[in-house]
């Protein structure tokens, strides 16, 4: 795929959705933190449930803390592997106080070295609280770089490191959410909706639906 089909991609989707974001809902950078470190392995539904019952309650470090684990347990059992990810979150919340005064670092070494947190996690971040042009890659963004020729790449770092070198740079602050939402509604998995496609003439995947 060439540098002409790759822009007139991200015009597309930039017409189609001019400002695109994450579906979780959050207000503070802690409370996006603490809500994509839930999101591993759910979807983002579930997540805004647990988070908008547990966020009026505690949405600060000090504030989880004070809840304690087994409390906040109680806010997290409905996600997949609620256990290891509140004890990651009462961690989190205890390196934030003690290594930033309750602030969320905007550092890729700062973040990934908080517990529950990895690249994708600290891309995530980096991009959606703090503006920074950074591409977090999941299943849904990998799935649609490879699929249409965008990126291609064997694993999720691979993909990651062309997308940041191939996408035109006035689109790259937004392509995460773009990308996400594509593959979240349009070119899913199984079947994708080909014919809903406002990409269908530029993508070079050979086994289009009708």
Same mark, same amino acid.
């Given at each position: 795929?060439?540098?002409?089909?790759?822009?007139?991609?991200?015009?597309?989707?930039?017409?189609?959705?001019?400002?695109?974001?994450?579906?979780?809902?959050?207000?503070?950078?802690?409370? +996006?933190?603490? #809500?994509?470190?839930?999101?591993?392995? =759910?979807? %983002?539904?579930?997540?805004?449930? @647990?988070?908008? &019952?547990?966020?009026?309650?505690?949405?600060?470090?000090?504030?989880?803390?004070?809840?304690?684990?087994?409390?906040?347990?109680?806010?997290?059992?409905?996600?997949?592997?609620?256990?290891?990810?509140?004890?990651?979150?009462?961690?989190?919340?205890?390196?934030?106080?003690?290594?930033?005064?309750?602030?969320?670092?905007?550092?890729?070494?700062?973040?990934?070295?908080?517990?529950?947190?990895?690249?994708?996690?600290?891309?995530?971040? +980096?991009?959606? #609280?703090?503006?920074?042009?950074?591409? =977090?890659? %999941?299943?849904?963004?990998?799935? @649609?770089?490879? &699929?249409?020729?965008?990126?291609?790449?064997?694993?999720?770092?691979?993909?990651?490191?062309?997308?940041?070198?191939?996408?035109?740079?006035?689109?790259?602050?937004?392509?995460?959410?773009?990308?996400?939402?594509?593959?979240?509604?349009?070119?899913?998995?199984?079947?994708?909706?080909?014919?809903?496609?406002?990409?269908?003439?530029?993508?070079?995947?050979?086994?289009?639906?009708?």
């Amino acid at each position: 795929m060439n540098t002409e089909k790759r822009r007139q991609i991200f015009e597309r989707l930039r017409a189609e959705n001019p400002h695109p974001t994450t579906e979780l809902n959050y207000s503070t950078p802690f409370e +996006l933190l603490i #809500a994509v470190i839930l999101s591993a392995q =759910a979807t %983002d539904r579930g997540v805004n449930k @647990v988070t908008d &019952r547990l966020f009026p309650v505690a949405n600060t470090p000090q504030a989880i803390l004070d809840l304690g684990e087994e409390s906040l347990l109680e806010y997290v059992k409905s996600i997949n592997f609620f256990r290891n990810k509140a004890a990651n979150i009462i961690k989190t919340c205890r390196m934030l106080l003690e290594l930033h005064g309750g602030e969320v670092p905007e550092s890729r070494e700062a973040l990934e070295a908080l517990p529950g947190v990895g690249r994708k996690t600290a891309n995530v971040i +980096l991009n959606t #609280a703090f503006g920074h042009p950074v591409m =977090a890659v %999941d299943t849904h963004i990998f799935r @649609v770089s490879n &699929r249409t020729g965008l990126a291609k790449g064997k694993d999720v770092r691979e993909v990651e490191d062309r997308l940041v070198r191939w996408v035109p740079k006035e689109f790259l602050k937004d392509a995460h959410h773009w990308l996400i939402l594509h593959g979240r509604y349009v070119c899913i998995a199984r079947k994708p909706r080909c014919a809903a496609c406002v990409i269908y003439d530029l993508c070079e995947f050979k086994e289009k639906t009708a």
